[in-house]
T-cell receptor
């Protein structure tokens, strides 16, 4: 079973609209959760991470995510997107039992249209 | 500037011709890792290393080798490439703190095509 599941492969949205990218995790991963962004022809960079504490995590570029233990979810949100947010977004978590292996979801391609 | 550098960025080769993709980081990170990215599959870990001379398999190690003779370098070796190894490869590194999930820094990727 997929350890980290991103529920949408593509999300089209208009500029200045809100967006939510969905991520669910399974019991085979730890609750150290991450969102990474990959701009075209670039490597991945960290948007935000949840390790412990407040379930609402704020990241760079106006993104935030909420950890929901009961729903095993870690959805990423932004209240108003820009054209420059067009990228692929990956949810990730460490495999349970250690910090050796970071498991990635399949990715969600966010396309922001004018 | 702190960075992870991969070379080559693009490579087209033929089946069976050995190749090496180099990876170097200048952040004194203990942990380094290789991933491959394929459409619809996200990133899958090939090998990782927690320090010099310490390496271990990830989820898709078949057909790959690695070595970690120096802290800054972690080359990925394809002894006999096959078409199913056509992919986008990423090297990444971070501090190895053991009890905390440090940020993973990625290189810009190496796009490999095996004919």
């Amino acid at each position: 079973a997929q350890s980290v599941t991103q529920l949408d492969s593509q999300v089209p949205v208009f500029e200045e609209a809100p967006v939510e990218l969905r991520c669910n995790y399974s019991s085979s991963v730890s609750v150290y959760l991450f969102w990474y962004v990959q701009y075209p022809n670039q490597g991945l960079q960290l948007l935000l991470k949840y390790l412990s504490g407040s379930t609402l995590v704020k990241g760079i570029n106006g993104f935030e995510a909420e950890f929901n233990k009961s729903q095993t979810s870690f959805h990423l949100r932004k209240p108003s997107v820009h054209i420059s947010d067009t990228a692929e977004y990956f949810c990730a978590a460490f495999r349970s039992g250690g910090y050796n292996k970071l498991i990635f979801g399949a990715g969600t391609r966010l396309a922001v249209h004018p | 500037e702190a960075q992870v550098t991969q070379n080559p960025r693009y490579l087209i080769t033929v089946t069976g011709k050995k190749l090496t993709v180099t990876c170097s980081q200048n952040m004194n990170h203990e942990y380094m890792s290789w991933y491959r990215q394929d459409p619809g599959l996200g990133l899958r870990q090939i090998y990782y290393s927690m320090n010099v001379e310490v390496t271990d398999k990830g989820d898709v190690p078949e057909g790959y080798k690695v070595s970690r003779k120096e802290k800054r370098n972690f080359p990925l070796i394809l002894e006999s490439p096959s078409p199913n190894q056509t992919s986008l490869y990423f090297c990444a590194s971070r501090f190895w703190t053991g009890g905390e999930a440090g940020e993973l820094f990625f290189g810009e990727g190496s796009r490999l095509t095996v004919l």
